[in-house]
Nanobody
Framework: QVQLVESGGGLVQPGGSLRLSCAAS????????MSWYRQAPGKERELVAV????????NYLDSVKGRFTISRDNTKNTVYLQMNSLKPEDTAVYYC???????????WGQGTQVTVSS
């Protein structure tokens, strides 16, 4: 059974930090590129960060560059999103997604809420 379970969301003040985790099971993690998306109320889901299956290449949404860092631990089947200098506009539900390196399949997690507010 494929599972992607996000954790680490919550309420944080502007300027604060959070670290999201996404634990994967039920598929061969090292064959999948991993990404984080977010969706704010009334807005479309957007790609925040992506990391290739080996962890050697990353890309980011322009508005989070220099503040967010995506990483993965292939020994733990887990992908992370370190979020620093958080802003109210970062408030959203954050989802992780696994995409097969040959595009054969993809999986979504259930999402974790991040709220940045004073």
């Amino acid at each position: 059974q494929v599972q992607l379970v996000e954790s680490g969301g919550g309420l944080v003040q502007p300027g604060g930090s959070l670290r999201l985790s996404c634990a994967a099971s039920g598929f061969t993690f090292t064959l999948y590129h991993m990404s984080w998306y977010r969706q704010a109320p009334g807005k479309e889901r957007e790609l925040v960060a992506v990391i290739d299956r080996a962890g050697g290449s990353t890309n980011y949404l322009d508005s989070v560059k220099g503040r967010f860092t995506i990483s993965r631990d292939n020994t733990k089947n887990t992908v992370y999103l370190q979020m620093n200098s958080l802003k109210p506009e970062d408030t959203a539900v954050y989802y992780c997604k696994a995409v097969h390196s040959f595009g054969r399949s993809n999986y979504w997690g259930q999402g974790t809420q991040v709220t940045v507010s004073s």
